[in-house]
């Protein structure tokens, strides 16, 4: 019997407020544990919350970006349920009546592209952090608590490990070019959990589905699916029966763990928030939001291809940040050929920003300087090979690319001259590769340059060489 997978993901995304969703203490990663709390996000008596303004138009940002109906009267409800993590006893969320819904998001498939339902997008509370690693105790942090997520949910439309991936891919540039959420998996800002269950191709949804959860990379979903997979194909293929659990992934062991049964929504006993007043948005405010939503990847990497003739990969990698994007169109702006920056900033640009481990707005090659160093290769004055030296030494003296060039003497030679007396020099140092050339092995002729450019400390005019050797070679 063929099974196939039927999966749904729910991505929680802090997002960037200054401050918490219902208080005023500071919305930030770390700091000394415990010393952004308050009344409010501990739920002591009499305390009060206070809707963030900005982490609704946020919310309402992405659900715009994912083609989701904003709802025009959304409700806060209380969440309950016990963990040392939650000093409240509840979270404050969005149960009913969530503030986006039915929108989509299309990702790259296996035969081609699939378009993915999106649930609901919804506004919720975070909840503290639990200290695991002092000795037999357990400690609480709460600076989390109260951080403001949105959690969108997919629907089960996702078949593949690979799909989730892709999905996350996706989302992931989205909200990362909202400038909504830093989705840094490795500070929690970004975090996913999985369900997934298994059923006879073309079948009924199954009743049962188990929740993953403690993943902490996108290949860490990819690769705790495919596990899960495996196992509940292998349990009923044994005649067992899946049991809805929530397991935890164990990256090291490679394998997913029971954790406890998955709880349904009657569990959490769900009932709107006593102390807030229900969530009424302005139409103007969705249409502000709507004509304010910047060209998003997909239709970026299109208009790459489109309007700069570049290759589908190139395209892919210059629009997956937009910092990147907007990087690689300034330097074109600033004159360079499309192609040609775009080699340039995929490869060389992004090398220094790596090694730097900086933002590529924060390296001293600017735009502009790239353009002049592209312009000098395209007019001959320095080749390729010796302009990557000029860019190092650009970065590193945070200077333009002419006084380098003067400075290094690596201005390219293209006096006919002396390259004829260079090549001259290496055929006659390589009789025996010369009269191969001759015998009709003319890739032979890639030697002779290279050995030429060798002699010329790669200041040469490699256009010029190549028909220099290739005369000479023919001649002699």
Not at 24 to 35: A, I, K, L, T
Not at 149 to 173: G, H, M, N, R, W
Request: proline share 6%; hydrophobic share 40%.
């Amino acid at each position: 019997m063929q099974f196939e997978a039927v999966i749904g993901l729910e991505i929680h995304a802090q997002l960037l407020t200054k401050t918490k969703l219902f208080c005023g203490c500071r919305s930030v990663f770390g700091g000394e544990p415990n010393s952004r709390g308050c009344p409010v996000c501990l739920g002591l008596p009499g305390a009060l919350p206070a809707l963030n303004r900005e982490a609704v138009a946020m919310a309402i940002r992405a659900g715009s970006a994912l083609g989701c109906v904003i709802a025009p009267k959304s409700v806060f409800s209380r969440k309950h349920y016990f963990y040392p993590d939650l000093p409240k006893g509840y979270q404050i969320s969005q149960y009913d009546m969530p503030l986006c819904a039915n929108g989509r998001l299309e990702i790259a498939g296996a035969p081609g592209p699939k378009t993915v339902r999106i649930r609901r997008i919804h506004l919720e509370e975070d909840a503290g952090k639990l200290v695991h690693d002092q000795g037999d105790d357990s400690l609480l942090d709460v600076n989390r608590c109260g951080t403001p997520l949105i959690e969108i949910v997919s629907e089960p439309d996702l078949s593949t490990p690979q799909e989730a991936y892709a999905f996350l891919i996706a989302l992931k540039q989205i909200l990362a070019y909202l400038d909504i959420c830093d989705c840094s998996m490795a500070e929690g800002s970004l975090r996913c959990d999985a369900n997934v269950s298994v059923r006879p191709a073309g079948g009924p949804l199954p009743a049962a589905r188990t929740e993953l959860k403690n993943m902490n990379t996108f290949r860490g979903v990819e690769k705790a699916l495919q596990y899960e997979i495996t196992r509940q194909i292998e349990t009923i293929a044994s005649g067992g029966t899946v049991a809805q659990q929530t397991l935890l992934w164990d990256p090291d062991g490679r394998r997913t763990e029971a954790m406890r049964d998955k709880e349904d929504a009657r569990d959490y006993r769900y009932f709107p928030d006593p102390d807030l007043v229900p969530l009424v948005v302005d139409r103007s405010q969705v249409e502000a939001a709507r004509a304010g939503l910047p060209e998003l990847p997909q239709a970026r990497r299109a208009r790459f291809e489109r309007s700069y003739a570049l290759a589908a990969d190139g395209a892919e990698i210059l629009s997956s940040q937009k910092a990147l994007g907007d990087y690689f169109e300034e330097v074109v702006a600033c004159g360079a050929d499309a192609r040609t920056a775009a080699a340039w900033v995929m490869g060389e640009v992004l090398r220094i920003a790596s090694e730097r481990k900086t933002g590529i707005w924060r390296l001293r090659v600017t735009p502009r300087r790239l353009a002049c160093l592209l312009a000098k290769v395209g007019d001959g004055a320095i080749s390729a090979l010796s302009a990557k030296r000029v860019l190092a030494i650009m970065e590193e003296t945070d200077r333009d690319p002419d006084p380098v060039i003067r400075e290094t003497g690596l201005q390219q030679i293209s006096d006919a001259a002396e390259l004829e007396k260079a090549v001259s020099a290496v055929i006659d140092a390589h009789p025996s590769e010369a009269a191969r050339f001759r015998g009709g092995e003319h890739a032979l002729l890639d030697y002779f340059v290279g050995q030429a450019m060798k002699a010329l400390k790669g200041r040469g005019n490699p256009k010029q060489i190549n028909r220099i050797a290739n005369r000479l070679l023919e001649r002699k």
